[in-house]
Nanobody
Framework: QLQLVESGGGLVQPGGSLRLSCAASGFTLDYHAIGWFRQAPGKEGEGVSC????????NYTDSVKGRFTISRDNAENTVYLQMNSLKPEDTAVYYCAVSRFTLCGLRMSGYNYWGQGTQVTISS
């Protein structure tokens, strides 16, 4: 059974760090770009970051550039999102998703499998 499971969310103070994980079971991520998306209360969902199937290409939304780093370990069938210098505006439910394509983009329409999400709350 195909499953994506996010983990690593939590409550941290501004300036803190979290590392999100997206683990897949039932299929291999090797041939798919993977994206991280987030949705804050009352706001539309947005693409945060993505990584190509090879891992050689990454993309970030402007608001997280220099603070977030996406990576993948195909041997572990897992994708990570390292989030540093977190801000209150990063508070959201974070979702990972599997793209139909090998190259990545931040539009939700390119992704057809989604995890259940993990809550990230940045607050003092």
């Amino acid at each position: 059974q195909l499953q994506l499971v996010e983990s690593g969310g939590g409550l941290v103070q501004p300036g803190g760090s979290l590392r999100l994980s997206c683990a897949a079971s039932g299929f291999t991520l090797d041939y798919h770009a993977i994206g991280w998306f987030r949705q804050a209360p009352g706001k539309e969902g947005e693409g945060v970051s993505c990584i190509s199937a090879s891992g050689g290409s990454t993309n970030y939304t402007d608001s997280v550039k220099g603070r977030f780093t996406i990576s993948r370990d195909n041997a572990e069938n897992t994708v990570y999102l390292q989030m540093n210098s977190l801000k209150p505006e990063d508070t959201a439910v974070y979702y990972c998703a599997v793209s139909r394509f090998t190259l990545c983009g931040l539009r939700m329409s390119g992704y057809n499998y989604w995890g259940q999400g993990t809550q990230v709350t940045i607050s003092s």
